[in-house]
């Protein structure tokens, strides 16, 4: 038996909510925000998706796709967003096995390549992932890693 569960939000509608207030606790972002995004995805309107890891019901670790991560390259699209996985979940590989879920997904509705904006450097290498270029975060005075993933 899987010590986790990894489902995409399409699988488990109606975590929509917890899963929304989950990712804004991490990351700052309105909830609001995440429901926009996450409603758009669930009555297929788009199909950047939302990705999440449970443990029993809770939710451990996530990921998005949105169209652009808040950063001034707009033909880079779309982007991987909201990265996280808790604490002390860390370590697992939850986070690895979650890219590789997304890029999977994507490759599969024909959407490649895909990009994600970062300050970590040796992580996403791990997974496939290739430094891009610097673009400049949205209010931010210092450039950012972009990745690629082809």
Known sequence: ???????????KSDLKISAAEWFHSK??????AYLECMYAYLRNETEYGWYLCLDGNQIIGGMGVIEND???RKDLTPNVCAVY?????RCQGIAGNLLNMVVDDMKSKGVSPIYLVTDHIGF???YGWEFFCMVQGDGESDMTRMYIHR
């Open 124 to 126: 996403y290498e791990k």
């Open 27 to 32: 990351w700052k972002v309105p909830t609001e």
């Open 1 to 11: 038996m899987a010590k986790y569960q990894y489902i995409t939000l399409r699988e």
């Open 85 to 89: 996985t808790d604490e002390k979940y």
């Open 70 to 72: 808040f950063h001034d």
